[in-house]
């Protein structure tokens, strides 16, 4: 399979072979990857793809082959969210993504691999090993969702299905040179998305360009009774697929452009708005003054979640075990040997941050902020369309570089976190190169407004070469 | 700054066990995020409501119908540690 | 008489109560009706806990534990919110309960209960709703066990916590008010008090006007009063020898009939509380008056009524209104013969023979019992005959009719009495000049001459009075 087919170009070639050659033609460039994205292949890959070229599909993936993220439940398929604790884990249920999915008539190819439990910016936490960037092999691909924006990176898969709950699609799309969209909060249901910090995460698609992200939001963007948080609203994303931007107004935050910023992604981001400018549109400078303080309400609010999502994982039902003499014993050694560091500090700040004495020094106090964040974006996005800055302050990192220093890891997402807090859209797309490594300019939307998001995103691909670039490895 | 002692107290509430010899190292990485984290202090939250939701909605409910479970043969299907249709662990206490 | 708590005895119950009646659980599909069934087979991914599940409200729990609210006089609150409350235990398959934590649905209330100095009242705390854990059963004993079996059937199930303030003044009273309670939750069709852990009780007792104790593990309404009788003492004991009550848990060995005492320090608990992301605020102010619409006249109003509309005693006022069943059974029949006669037969004789077979007034109808009373104020049968047919109902079955038939229980004509009567004192001449001597009890002897002649169809007291007549003749 000729790498970095878009759905469209792949539904011609399953009209003129097969559904199955196609799927086939993936498994072997998987096959042969270094990369380690996937973790697990789909036994009933190849099956599917056979059903639909024998009864046929009127699905719009028909035959397109999927990647999904190790966090995402997956029926019959292993679901680990790449950590030892989960090991062995078959969900004996979809999540609602997965089922609107195969509604559709897509092939779910495997599960790609994350951090773990989606805790972290570099896929280097997984159970799994590392994976690597496709244009620098000793580079991390950014996470959590680093598998899923690796391998559409790498040809692997046209399209995939990540998690972002702090830029865990936006940081991993930017570094690999792909397209992430982080939908507004209740956009997409989490039915059977395995929850990190559920008041912060969405899941997110990833493709090799616009169109895609809006053809796969069609499909599983939409109300789920079974989420609680899901919003009921009507949109065709593909609605928004038009090439124009006149009188579109960009914010553009300077605190987005903060302290440690490599200068070479601050000139694409600016080169971007200049662009955006040639094709008539205007920006303003903008100031979101709490910008600096959302990663570490992110973090507090992140960590406080996690720790109680995470209680669950004990050896009882599933996954992992060490034996104990006594419940307690088992769960504290289950937990002790199944959880690696990053995950296990993240659980006991979460514990010590919701605990008596420092709820409200920590927990309230992120909340409150949090608060004062999202009404930032309120006054920003008041006068303008839509928010532009770099997704990622700097390009893809070398792999082990800050891996045992966690606040450094952490301040990487200073530009993606205050997002999610206040739950509106974002999307990244390719801005150019820094020292060969791939740049992203994200886009940021009101709530609901995934359609303006994706226009300027489409306009600025048709108008730009940025996304032909690939990495050495498919080129 | 979270002490040593502290570690292993939040270590058993959230049943991650930690030896003693691991605990030094804990309380200082934790102490380093847990520095960066003081910078909140500067924020004047004065009056400011905390955020739980960032969708303003409420009420959302299900019908009181039954949708069914799913068979015991598949909700065992994850462990091992069961006996006559029951998961099994060690003893309580 | 006033009630002055000699051993400053105080007394607040948490009362679990299990919403049965719901078709579903509180957050997902599964069916309630699971009593009868293998362990984990009403479960789903959301009870199970299952990674990637998530909850969804039970809109008609919400209205039930709104009703409960109202019918605990409890103020009910505009706005709420589920919060988690984390603690490990393997009963938990998600590592936190799923409660109500600064806005329970139902602020402070109170019920009268009949306390040792008459109507008495206990505070209601709060009531709020959660989620029941899973069952756990022990290899052997707590302490000693070889392992723990888990059934998730019931984790997921509908919890109202009801908690009230320490108003009791002995385990009687709180007996009183966990009947009560019960008596309400009937009343309102909410739950089924019949079925396995229906109702489950925690009690905070402390004497002397000292510091409480935690008592865990109550299962029933008489464990609850052995519970308490022993904590009472024991504490009592425990300060008589110079002790110290410390505040603590204490579980409560139904077996032996004694409270232990759980580790202290490792029980030091923090829930670390904070608002459920997966669920959305619960706004509930709106609904209140349609859901008082919906309220039945409850226990005390009924009591009141039957009292006023029937002329009842307080007594039988009360004993026929602690089940709304029998109520209704009652007020049935009293529509169709005398009220108070109605009264009697149901409440004392027809409710004591189901209480000794442990049967429920399912276990009678309307019609028979109509018919039995009928019989009995038309003079067609004797009381003892009346209670004969309606034991003879519950042990064999039939009509009541036909069981008269059978039996021959009507009632001899007069004449014949009198021809019995009178053959009795003309054969036993003895028997009567002992009783003209002044020897009473010759009267019996002559009576059950006369019962014998009429095979016991006679009413025995009137055929002492005719007997009695004869003689003076
Ligand atoms: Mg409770
Ligand atoms: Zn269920």
Redesign the interface.
């Known amino acids: 399979m000729a790498a970095w087919t878009d759905i469209s170009g792949i539904r011609q070639k399953i009209a003129d072979s097969s559904a199955e050659e196609v799927t086939a033609s993936y498994i072997e460039t998987i096959g042969k990857s270094k990369i380690n994205g996937f973790t697990t292949l789909s036994d009933e890959a190849i099956n599917t793809a056979r059903e639909i070229d024998t009864n046929g599909h009127e699905g719009p993936l028909a035959g397109v082959p999927i990647a999904i993220k190790e966090n995402i439940s997956t029926k019959g398929l292993s679901t680990t969210c790449s950590s030892k604790i989960l090991q062995g884990y078959v969900p004996p249920y979809d999540a609602h993504v997965i089922e609107r999915l195969k509604a559709a008539g897509a092939v779910i190819l495997g599960k790609t691999n994350m951090d773990e439990f989606a805790m972290g910016t570099s896929t280097e936490s997984s159970h799994y090993g590392p994976t690597f960037n496709p244009w620098d092999m000793d580079r991390v691909p950014g996470g959590s969702s680093g598998g899923s924006a690796a391998v559409v990176a790498a040809g692997e898969a046209p399209v995939s299905l990540g998690s972002d709950t702090g830029g865990s699609v936006r940081c991993p799309a930017a570094y690999c040179g792909v397209v992430g969209l982080k939908p507004t909060y209740g956009c997409i249901s989490r039915y059977g998305l395995i929850s990190y910090a559920n008041s912060l995460e969405q899941i997110g698609p990833l493709a090799t360009n616009v169109a895609d992200i809006a053809t796969i939001m069609d499909v599983v963007a939409g109300y789920d009774k079974r989420d609680s948080t899901s919003i009921n609203r009507e949109n065709t994303y593909s609605d928004a697929l038009k090439d124009d931007v006149k009188g579109m107004k960009i914010g553009v935050p300077e605190e987005y452009f903060g302290e440690g910023i490599d200068e070479k992604v601050e000139k694409a981001a600016w080169d971007a708005i200049g662009k955006y400018e040639d094709m008539g549109a205007t920006y303003e400078k903008v100031s979101m003054p709490h910008t600096k303080y959302a990663l570490a309400s992110y973090y507090i609010i992140a960590m406080s979640e996690a720790s109680s999502n995470l209680a669950r994982f004990d050896g009882t039902r599933y996954g992992y075990r060490v034996d104990g003499d006594n419940w307690h014993v088992m769960a504290s050694k289950t937990r002790a040997e199944g959880f690696g560091d990053e995950v296990k500090r993240r659980i006991l700040l979460g514990t010590y941050a919701l605990s008596a004495g420092y709820h409200d020094k920590y927990y309230l106090k992120a909340l409150k902020v949090r608060t004062l964040v999202k009404q930032d974006f309120d006054k920003a996005l008041a006068n303008v369309d839509v928010l532009m800055g770099p997704t990622m302050p700097a390009p893809a990192f070398k792999i082990g570089e800050k891996i045992d220093d966690p606040l450094s890891l952490y301040l990487a997402d200073v530009n993606t976190v205050p997002i999610n807090l206040a739950g509106v859209p974002s999307i990244s797309v390719p801005c150019g190169l820094a020292d060969g490594m791939p740049v992203g300019l994200q886009i940021i939307g009101k709530h609901f407004d995934e359609n303006t998001i994706i226009k300027a995103a489409y306009s600025f691909e048709q108008n730009t070469d940025h996304n032909k670039a690939r990495p050495p490895e498919v080129a | 700054m ?1 002490t040593k002692e ?2 292993e107290h ?9 030896d003693a010899k691991e605990s030094d190292a ?1 309380a200082e ?2 102490n ?3 520095g ?2 003081g ?5 004047d ?1 004065e009056g ?8 303003d ?16 043969e ?6 091992e ?1 069961k ?11 | 008489m006033v009630y002055e708590n000699p051993d400053g005895v105080r007394i607040g119950l948490e009362v679990h109560v299990q919403l049965n009646k719901l078709n579903t659980k509180l957050f997902c599909g599964c069916s309630t009706n699971y009593h009868d069934s293998e362990p984990n087979t009403h479960t789903c991914p959301v009870c199970l806990g299952l990674p990637g599940s998530l909850p969804v409200i039970n809109e008609k729990a919400v209205e039930f534990a709104i009703k409960i609210g109202l019918a605990l006089n409890c103020s009910i609150v505009e706005q709420t919110q589920f919060h988690r409350k984390n603690y490990y235990y393997p009963d938990l398959p998600k590592g936190f309960q799923t409660t109500q934590y600064d806005y329970p649905i139902a602020g402070e209330g109170k019920v009268i209960i009949e306390g040792e100095d008459g109507e008495h009242e206990v505070g209601i705390t709060r009531a709020h709703m959660e989620e029941d854990p899973g069952r756990l059963q022990h290899m052997g004993s707590i302490d000693r066990s070889k392992g723990t079996l888990i059934n998730y059937n019931r984790s997921g199930m509908t919890l109202i916590e009801i908690v009230s303030e320490p108003d009791m003044r002995s385990p009687k009273e709180a007996r009183r008010y966990l009947d009560k309670l019960r008596s309400i939750l009937d009343y309102l069709d909410v739950f089924d008090g019949d079925l396995e852990g229906a109702m489950r009780v925690d009690a905070n007792v402390s004497v002397h006007w000292g510091e409480r104790v935690e008592v865990k593990n109550i299962s029933s309404f008489k464990g609850a009063e052995r519970a308490l009788l022993y904590e009472i003492m024991r504490q009592k004991n425990h300060i008589r020898r110079g002790g110290e009550i410390v505040l603590e848990t204490r579980h409560f060995d139904e077996a032996r009939g004694v409270t232990i005492s759980m580790r202290t320090k490792e029980e030091e608990h923090d829930y670390r509380y904070f608002p459920e992301p997966d669920l959305v605020p619960l706004r509930v102010a709106d609904w209140v008056p349609k859901v008082r619409e919906t309220l039945p006249e409850l226990p005390d109003a009924k009591r009141e009524r039957f009292m006023k509309e029937y002329g009842l005693g307080e007594t039988h006022a009360r004993a026929l209104t602690t089940e709304i069943k029998l109520a209704n059974f009652y007020e049935e029949v009293a529509s169709k013969v005398d009220p108070k006669d109605a009264a009697v037969w149901v409440s004392d004789t027809l409710k004591g023979e189901l209480n000794y077979r442990e049967l429920t007034i399912d276990a009678f109808t309307v019609k028979d019992i109509v018919t039995v009373i009928e019989l009995v104020t038309g003079n067609k049968i004797t009381e003892q005959s009346a209670v004969e047919i309606i034991r003879t109902v519950l042990d064999d079955g039939g009509k009541p009719q036909e069981i008269v038939e059978k039996k021959g229980l009507l009632k001899v004509e007069d004449d014949i009495v009198a021809k019995a009567v009178e053959e009795a004192v003309a054969e036993n001449p003895d028997a009567v000049a002992d009783y003209l001597g002044g020897k009473e009890k010759s009267l019996n002897f002559l009576v059950g001459k006369v019962m014998q002649k009429t095979k016991g169809r006679a009413d025995a007291r009137e055929a002492r009075e005719k007997v009695l007549a004869k003689l003076k003749e």
């Not at chain 2, 909605?57 to 015991?72: A, H, L, Y």
């Not at chain 2, 598949?74 to 462990?79: D, K, R, S």
Request: hydrophobic share 45%; aromatic share 10%.
């Open positions: 979270i502290e570690v939040v270590g058993w509430l959230a049943r991650i066990e930690i804990y990485k934790l380093s995020v847990l960066y984290f910078q909140l202090d500067e924020v939250t400011v409501e905390p955020t739980y939701h960032v969708a909605i409420v009420n959302v409910f299900r019908k009181d119908e039954v949708t069914g479970s799913m068979p015991q598949e909700v065992l299907a994850n462990t540690h006996q006559e249709g029951n998961f099994k662990s060690p003893k309580i206490m």
